[in-house]
């Protein structure tokens, strides 16, 4: 594996640009089996609309693409920057895992070695995201890595997102994050935060 093509290395995963090829891999992701995850599902597109949806989005300058490869260098997740503002040196964060690779502490070191990247390398001051109340899995990974929580919001999702929330009984404990509204279901979701300052004094700490 060519190691060159690679910004930053973890335990188990490299971390590099997200290019062109990445997409034709990602849109053949296995699908979550879980309907409360099917937003995380790649589209089906065509090649032409795969250029499009690359295109836009490696063109604008508030967003940054990045792939999490593996030890082979096969594409396991995306990890990407929104809402960049140079200036102020923060971004929103957005990450999704191939659904055969969850709960096998991809997640945590893709995490921790894109924070090192993202403060140590490029100087950013802060790293936001959000994540659905529901989500405990993913909140696990955040607070492990040094988010903390900062607030919540609502959002909106159209039928049949997380329909399956409201008829199935193993779905009780956490129905009371969603609510039915007149154009679909809203889903509570919680805001966090991981700070340059933060992540320094935890390195010390960890250290």
Partial sequence: MDTETFIARGQKIYLRE????DVDEWVNWPP???PL????NPPRLSPLERDIWYIERASRSDMMLFAIADEDGKLIGRLFLRQVDRS????VLGIDLRSDKLDKGYG????QTFARYYFEVLGYKVLRLDVAAFNRRAQRVYEKVGFIYTGE???SYPPPYFSAVF????YENIRGYFRRTGSGISVKHYDMELTRDRWSERQKYEG
């Fill in 153 to 155: 919001h609502r959002s």
């Fill in 88 to 91: 102020k040196k923060s971004a």
């Fill in 18 to 21: 997200f290019t062109r090829a």
């Fill in 37 to 40: 995850f099917q937003d995380y």
């Fill in 108 to 111: 945590t070191d893709a995490l």
């Fill in 32 to 34: 979550h089996v879980d």
């Fill in 167 to 170: 008829s199935e009984d193993k």
